[in-house]
């Protein structure tokens, strides 16, 4: 029966858990060959990607695409050898998480420049540096044919090491050891790669005789505070007061856009955004020129007036729309990158363990994080955060777990654990602008997935760091205290 009426609906936790897509499930034996001086001559890969009983929309691109395209991350390899094989499984089906595809290969080569490191007696800096594109590189093309922009790694390791007192380290772990507990720190390198489905976005602006300007945008936000960063362009570029922008976000009658989605909104939909107040002022000044009886050429924009160059004849961008039939100005515009933004960033950590329990601890955590031009420095440092935090989840807390008959023993907050306020630890976070990207006019890299690419490796070489000193060396995440505490008995370790 046809009743012609909208209908929700809405699945509970549960039902979510068991049907809704998981995240990372990806294994990797990974190898690579190194010179006498530390740096990587060759770099394989084998990995199997699960994808569930189905394929989800991005169980496939995700092990096959996304994560290629930086697996060889910030480094200068060429010679790698990547397989990739996807199987199917008896459990719910795999989905992008934030990163998609990202986290798991930077997770790779940050585990085995961490291994190589400590196997050859070379400073997890040192190896880094040696390996690192140089400034001089770019545009510079990776081992899949995927083009970095820009980039300044080098620096970036230096300013993570200064803001995270790198030579205070054995102090603080002396200090910790003669409190019976194990202290490691971690340290990761890693690059995102952003655009999602496609760099244009529309948009539609509207100046109202109210007074008004409204941003109709085909992005949405879902928390990245998109509506703050869309009306800050909007008023830097009309030269008007915020308090006066509105925006309207997911209505498709209005506008159809390519959405939310790898990163791409402000870089994308931001641009957009600007050409949108170019293009409205545009038309304010064809407008403004009949109404003053003067050229196009002769009419300066300023402040929301259009005046007559050399008089003081002028107009208001909101007298202009009362004019128009429909009481409004209105241009549609698309914004345009030349390609994907390339953020990148050093994290460094420290944590400690207690053995007798096999409780993991972050006690410090230090971010320098390359977005290019941060347009809202307060809304980057929330992503980049909120990022790390995911991260500290699926290196110490966060796992699916099904029994031997397929039922899903993780399926409600009682069983999967994640982290909470009381679990997070001092977390600093720097923007680092030197090297700003150059496929957008805004200059700004993506930056919604960068903690959750960088927090995985940090901390789990954080740990492993902590663990060498028992001879453990290699660990599958998540670190659950039970897993950290059969491991140092496993080890002989005093518990």
């Given at each position: 029966?046809?009743?012609?009426?909208?209908?929700?609906?809405?699945?509970?936790?549960?039902?979510?858990?068991?049907?809704?897509?998981?995240?990372?499930?990806?294994?990797?034996?990974?190898?690579?060959?190194?010179?006498?001086?530390?740096?990587?001559?060759?770099?394989r890969v084998k990995s199997i990607g699960g994808t569930g009983a189905y394929m989800s929309g991005t169980g496939v691109i995700i092990p096959l695409v996304l994560g290629p395209f930086v697996q060889t991350s910030v480094y200068d390899l060429q010679l790698v050898h990547y397989e990739i094989k996807a199987v199917m499984t008896h459990t719910a089906p795999v989905g992008a998480y934030r990163g998609a595809g990202r986290p798991e290969a930077v997770f790779?080569?940050?585990?085995?420049?961490?291994?190589?490191a400590r196997q050859i007696g070379m400073d997890p800096r040192a190896i880094r540096k040696v390996n690192y594109i140089k400034p001089t590189q770019f545009p510079y093309k990776n081992a899949v044919g995927q083009t970095y922009d820009s980039g300044a790694f080098a620096h970036m390791l230096d300013r993570a090491s200064e803001l995270s007192d790198w030579d205070g380290f054995a102090a603080r772990k002396k200090a910790a050891n003669k409190k019976g507990l194990l202290y490691g720190r971690g340290l990761t390198s890693y690059i995102?790669?952003?655009?999602?489905?496609?760099?244009t976005e529309k948009v539609s602006l509207h100046a109202t005789a109210e007074g008004r300007v409204i941003l109709h945008s085909g992005t949405q936000a879902m928390g990245q505070g998109l509506?703050?960063?869309?009306?800050?362009?909007?008023?830097?570029?009309?030269?008007?007061?915020?308090?006066?922008?509105?925006?309207?976000?997911?209505?498709?009658?209005?506008?159809?856009?390519?959405?939310?989605?790898?990163?791409?909104?402000?870089?994308?939909?931001?641009?957009?955004?600007?050409?949108?107040?170019?293009?409205?002022?545009?038309?304010?000044?064809?407008k403004a020129a009949n109404m003053l009886e003067a050229s196009v050429e002769d009419i300066e924009y300023s402040g929301g007036f259009l005046t007559v160059v050399g008089t003081d004849k002028r107009v208001g961008l909101f007298?202009?729309?009362?004019?128009?039939?429909?009481?409004?100005?209105?241009?549609?515009?698309?914004?345009?990158a030349d390609g994907p933004t390339w953020p990148n960033g050093t994290h460094i950590c420290e944590v400690e363990i207690d053995p007798e329990t096999g409780i993991t601890n972050v006690v410090k955590y230090t971010t320098v994080d390359d977005v290019g031009v941060a347009v809202n420095p307060v809304l980057v440092t929330g992503q980049v955060h909120g990022?790390?935090?995911?991260?500290?989840?699926?290196?110490?807390?966060?796992?699916?777990?099904?029994?031997?008959?397929?039922?899903?023993?993780?399926?409600?907050?009682?069983?999967?654990?994640?982290?909470?306020?009381?679990?997070?630890?001092?977390?600093?976070?720097?923007?680092?602008?030197?090297?700003?990207?150059?496929?957008?006019?805004?200059?700004?890299?993506?930056?919604?997935?960068?903690?959750?690419?960088?927090?995985?490796?940090?901390?789990?070489?954080?740990?492993?760091?902590?663990?060498?000193?028992?001879?453990?060396?290699?660990?599958?995440?998540?670190?659950?205290?039970?897993?950290?505490?059969?491991?140092?008995?496993?080890?002989?370790?005093?518990?």
């Open positions: 029966v046809k009743l012609g009426r909208k209908v929700r609906w809405r699945g509970d936790r549960t039902a979510d858990f068991v049907g809704g897509t998981h995240g990372r499930d990806l294994s990797s034996p990974a190898e690579i060959a190194l010179d006498a001086s530390g740096r990587v001559q060759a770099y790779i080569i940050e585990r085995l420049m961490d291994a190589a995102e790669w952003t655009g999602g489905p496609g760099t509506q703050t960063a869309y009306s800050q362009l909007v008023a830097e570029s009309l030269g008007i007061g915020i308090d006066r922008i509105d925006v309207i976000q997911g209505d498709t009658d209005v506008i159809v856009g390519m959405g939310s989605v790898g990163s791409r909104s402000l870089f994308v939909g931001g641009t957009a955004a600007v050409v949108s107040a170019v293009d409205l002022i545009a038309k304010a000044r064809d007298e202009i729309a009362r004019a128009e039939k429909d009481a409004r100005l209105s241009v549609d515009s698309t914004g345009v990022g790390v935090v995911q991260g500290i989840g699926q290196a110490l807390y966060e796992g699916v777990h099904y029994d031997e008959e397929g039922q899903l023993l993780t399926a409600s907050y009682q069983d999967y654990c994640i982290p909470r306020a009381g679990d997070l630890p001092s977390l600093f976070v720097t923007l680092d602008g030197s090297a700003p990207c150059v496929t957008n006019p805004l200059g700004a890299k993506g930056c919604g997935e960068s903690g959750a690419i960088g927090g995985p490796p940090c901390i789990v070489n954080g740990v492993m760091d902590a663990l060498s000193s028992l001879g453990i060396t290699q660990l599958n995440t998540p670190l659950s205290p039970l897993k950290v505490w059969n491991a140092i008995q496993g080890a002989g370790a005093p518990a």
